[in-house]
């Protein structure tokens, strides 16, 4: 007899662990299972070592308020970043009153700033800092070009800086860095204390056949079959295939394109320590938004490291352990089109992928010293981070690259899969009401359910920041 979940969830990184965790709390009887191919929970995308650690609030991502031609820059794309980044901190100081979080496990005070030089920019920056501190969401931002208060906010990128170049810079002290590892494991470490969550690793879905009373037959690695109402596909870059061999009609617009990571990392724990701040940068003109260059304050397994990129490789892989096969096995006769479309019309971006691929170790230097004028090469090592599978979808206007996440679901709802990379994890929380709503739209429109959604998030039906005093000083923020 073919074993019967409520819901499965394939892949245990931070999205399927969020969605698990909202299900439990909508409906402690509902029976999970969660399916993940390596040998424990998030050791791909959500690794510590793998994902960027910032939570990402747009308060110094600079690509998240493009400039327009009128000398304005824009603010929606920001505000519904920090917005989706406010609602995760509402979820987890939810938990953390109830004491089901370990805080400091996972989320570490660190301020975000954003800092250019050279005139142009420093204009931009000084626009930007005028209308974002004008909204609420963004009214603890502090602006300053004087090179002594500069150093106070980050010393080691001031030091050694020749005092005649124009710079300035932006700071919002309740930054954060987040460990998503750590967090998807304490959701996955509660959810399978309380029985409501069967987790296996090392168990690969081979196949998704939907059955005629609705139900989809999954086949696992080994040729077991499990049955489920409802299949979340939240497995980073492996969702993409599986959810073509769904053969859901909403799959077929869509195909992949893999970027990988790659990060100089100190060394040098006593230069580390002289470091506490995000500190982004802007691309340079005709770069992608995926170039932003950061320096940033980490915490990795508890331990406080120094990391400066991101710089761009290239695998035909969809994970960082996953085939070379990827790539070619994912095209298929209506998303090749899309997919041609997509590499004509992306110049720079084919551009910058070879000009990152060319990089010298010198050369990597000497962006590191854009940013730390003093950087020595010994002290720095090159390490390979995530891999990224980023959106290509077929729309009226053809083939269109897309740079964030975007949920793919079912017209009935009973599948769901998730799709992209930045913001990512840091609105896991969002985007996981987004397949609530989606997916379980009669059951989340119920009294029950809304009440309890309530309980989770005190400003549920209301503006999210009237929560953002609380969240503050429930997580030590």
């Given at each position: 007899?073919?074993?019967?979940?409520?819901?499965?969830?394939?892949?245990?990184?931070?999205?399927g662990?969020?969605?698990?965790?909202?299900?439990?709390?909508?409906?402690?009887?509902?029976?999970?299972?969660?399916?993940?191919?390596?040998?424990?929970?998030?050791?791909?995308?959500?690794?510590?070592?793998?994902?960027a650690?910032?939570?990402?609030?747009?308060?110094?991502?600079?690509?998240?308020?493009?400039?327009?031609a009128?000398?304005?820059?824009?603010?929606?794309?920001?505000?519904?970043?920090?917005?989706?980044?406010?609602?995760?901190?509402?979820?987890?100081?939810?938990?953390?009153?109830?004491?089901?979080?370990?805080?400091?496990a996972?989320?570490?005070?660190?301020?975000?700033?954003?800092?250019?030089?050279?005139?142009?920019?420093?204009?931009?920056?000084?626009?930007?800092?005028?209308?974002?501190?004008?909204?609420?969401?963004?009214?603890?931002?502090?602006?300053?070009?004087?090179?002594?208060?500069?150093a106070?906010?980050?010393?080691?990128?001031?030091?050694?800086?020749?005092?005649s170049?124009?710079?300035?810079?932006?700071?919002?002290s309740?930054?954060t860095?987040?460990?998503?590892?750590?967090l998807?494991?304490l959701?996955?470490?509660?959810?399978?204390?309380?029985g409501?969550?069967?987790?296996?690793?090392?168990?690969?879905?081979?196949?998704?056949?939907?059955?005629?009373?609705?139900?989809?037959?999954?086949?696992?690695?080994?040729?077991?079959?499990?049955?489920?109402?409802?299949?979340?596909?939240?497995?980073?870059?492996?969702?993409?295939?599986?959810?073509?061999r769904?053969?859901?009609?909403?799959?077929?617009?869509?195909?992949?394109?893999?970027?990988?990571?790659?990060?100089?990392?100190?060394?040098?724990?006593?230069?580390?320590?002289?470091?506490?701040?995000?500190?982004?940068?802007?691309a340079?003109?005709?770069?992608?938004?995926?170039?932003v260059?950061?320096?940033?304050?980490?915490?990795?397994?508890?331990?406080?490291?120094?990391?400066?990129?991101?710089?761009?490789?290239f695998?035909?892989?969809f994970?960082?352990?996953?085939s070379?096969?990827?790539?070619?096995?994912?095209?298929?006769?209506?998303?090749?089109?899309?997919?041609?479309?997509?590499?004509?019309?992306?110049?720079?971006?084919?551009?910058?992928?070879?000009?990152?691929?060319?990089?010298?170790?010198?050369?990597?230097?000497?962006?590191?010293?854009?940013?730390?004028?003093?950087?020595?090469?010994?002290?720095?090592?090159?390490?390979?981070a995530?891999?990224?599978?980023?959106?290509?979808?077929?729309?009226?206007?053809?083939?269109?690259?897309?740079?964030?996440?975007?949920?793919v679901?079912?017209?009935?709802?009973?599948?769901?899969?998730?799709?992209?990379?930045?913001?990512?994890?840091?609105?896991a929380?969002?985007?996981?009401?987004?397949?609530?709503?989606?997916?379980?739209a009669?059951?989340?429109?119920?009294?029950?359910?809304?009440?309890?959604?309530?309980?989770?998030?005190?400003?549920?039906?209301?503006?999210?920041?009237?929560?953002?005093?609380?969240?503050?000083?429930?997580?030590?923020?």
């Open positions: 007899m073919t074993d019967r979940y409520d819901a499965v969830l394939v892949g245990a990184g931070i999205m662990a969020t969605l698990a965790a909202l299900l439990h709390e909508l409906d402690p009887a509902m029976r999970l299972l969660m399916l993940e191919r390596l040998d424990g929970p998030a050791l791909e995308s959500s690794a510590a070592a793998n994902n650690g910032t939570g990402h609030a747009a308060n110094c991502e600079l690509n998240y308020t493009p400039l327009q009128g000398g304005s820059v824009a603010t929606a794309k920001a505000l519904a970043i920090n917005g989706a980044f406010e609602r995760s901190l509402e979820f987890w100081a939810t938990l953390r009153e109830r004491g089901d979080l370990d805080t400091p996972f989320l570490n005070s660190v301020p975000h700033i954003s800092f250019v030089w050279g005139q142009g920019d420093v204009a931009f920056l000084r626009q930007r800092h005028q209308q974002l501190s004008a909204l609420p969401a963004f009214a603890g931002m502090e602006w300053s070009s004087d090179p002594a208060e500069l106070e906010w980050m010393p080691l990128v001031m030091q050694g800086r020749g005092a170049e124009p710079v300035a810079a932006t700071r919002i309740r930054g860095d987040v460990d998503f590892g750590s998807t494991r959701y996955l470490q509660d959810l399978q204390r309380s409501a969550l069967e987790l296996r690793t090392g168990c690969e879905v081979n196949d998704l056949t939907r059955k005629s009373n609705g139900d989809w037959s999954v086949q696992l690695s080994g040729g077991e079959r499990v049955q489920t109402p409802f299949v979340f596909l939240g497995a980073g870059g492996g969702a993409l295939p599986l959810l073509q769904s053969g859901i009609p909403e799959a077929k617009a869509f195909a992949g394109f893999p970027v990988s990571g790659q990060w100089l990392v100190c060394g040098d724990a006593e230069l580390a320590s002289q470091h506490l701040a995000k500190v982004y940068g802007k340079k003109v005709g770069a992608p938004p995926m170039s260059p950061h320096l940033d304050t980490r915490f990795i397994n508890g331990e406080r490291s120094l990391l400066f990129g991101p710089f761009a490789g695998s035909t892989k994970l960082k352990q996953g070379l096969l990827d790539l070619p096995r994912s095209v298929r006769p209506g998303n090749l089109l899309p997919m041609l479309q997509v590499g004509a019309g992306n110049f720079s971006l084919v551009q910058y992928l070879i000009n990152q691929l060319r990089q010298s170790p010198e050369e990597r230097l000497e962006a590191l010293q854009q940013f730390l004028p003093q950087a020595k090469a010994s002290d720095w090592s090159l390490s390979v995530g891999q990224r599978v980023q959106i290509i979808k077929n729309g009226a206007k053809g083939g269109q690259l897309q740079l964030g996440t975007e949920v679901a079912a017209a009935d709802g009973s599948l769901a899969a998730l799709l992209g990379a930045s913001p990512g994890a840091s609105t929380v969002t985007i996981m009401l987004e397949v609530l709503e989606r997916c379980f009669s059951r989340l429109a119920t009294p029950a359910w809304q009440e309890q959604l309530k309980a989770l998030f005190p400003s549920w039906g209301g503006d999210v920041l009237s929560s953002r005093s609380r969240n503050t000083a429930v997580l030590g923020l």
